[in-house]
């Protein structure tokens, strides 16, 4: 018998808990879930509920009746620290929980801390968690009646822009709808050396693409941007040349603004020698795989990635929802093959297929894999982009309610596209 075990419960580490449980030997092995949180939220629907157009209770999931269906023993308990010495992760409440196999599928550290008056304790807004994005539907809700300038972007460091861009055109949309757009000037920071970069050396002509979208809705941008320091309605902006020298200086004043932080591992693995790297995030071989603990596995944004090129400021690498699906396959596959006593040999495909809403249009991009060089590159614009994304929130939160993480109707069908998670 194996306990295999799944730290954390988000966009990697349910679907890794129900295709494991799918994958694993029936009558001989356990799966666990352990989670600080009893939900299950649907972070890409986060930009929705800070304006309103989600309510928090629409994209959540209760994770106990749902993992109990399937057999799945879930502890709802914060990790205090992974110990991979001895196959153990300790909790807070003073307990433990032993493991033969580990998949650390946590999430980021939101490094709100790395510039003074950052992040929901400081002077701005979040929505890279589904409780940010409540407290910044309450403080929206407020500045609607009385508008002024928004600063929205993502600083040094940051790896997921695709929420940034979201969120500066949803913005926009609900207040052309209110009719007070006209008294918002806006303006888009980013470390991206330019728009549309996305930390991927840009997918197809998303450089083109978000920046006549941008022109289209007069949102003006800084890129190679700095963010040195946020006080109470201004943000101080240094933005660099190519070579990453100071270019000018910025004072940006601000009513209203959304930053996307950079990330850092959690607590619970930080400084873990041969574990993490120095940020914290988990080292993986090609097959998900641990080199220095070879039971323990990660998937997610919480894996070590390195920068795809050297930027003036610096930008990580994101990972993506069906590329995050694609670790998690690959993963569940290489611990069966363990379990009968084979080497790890599944690799994921890392594609990248991503809906980014615009509020009443939106862009789709396709890329295979995530990093170039690829053997797709593809990026449109339109209306049914916000449609699509629409479904599939409503898609993807059925699944998780069911306890499903890949339909074989959803496979064919990716698969006829030429998607498919695993390598040949």
Known sequence: MARIVILGAGIGGIPMALEMKHLARKKQDEVVVISDSPTFHFVPSNPWVAVGWRKPEDIKVELAPMLKKRKIEFIQQKATKVDPANNRVELADGSSVNY?????????????????????????????????????????????????????????GASCFGPAYEYAFIADTDLRRRKIRDKVPMTFVTSEPYIGHLGLG???????????????RHIKWITNAKVDKIEDGKMFVTEVDDDGKEKKKHELPFKHCMMIPAFTGIDAVRGIEGLVNPRGFVIVDEHQRNPTFKNVYSVGVCIAIPPLEQTPVPTGVPKTGYMIESMVTATAHNIRAELDGKEPSFKGTWAALCLADMGDTGAAFIAQPQIPPRNVTWAKKGRWVHLAKIAFEKYFIRKVRKGISEPIYERLGLKALGIVRLKN
């Open 100 to 156: 033969d196999f580990l998949v650390i599928a946590t999430g980021p550290r939101l490094a709100f801390d790395e510039v003074p008056g950052f992040g929901p304790h400081g002077h701005t807004q979040s929505v890279c968690h589904v409780d940010h994005a409540a407290e910044a539907l309450e403080f929206w809700d407020g500045f609607v009646k009385d508008p002024g300038p928004i600063v929205v972007g993502s600083v040094q």
């Open 202 to 216: 840009g997918v197809g002509d998303s450089k083109g693409l978000l920046e006549s979208e941008m022109r289209d």
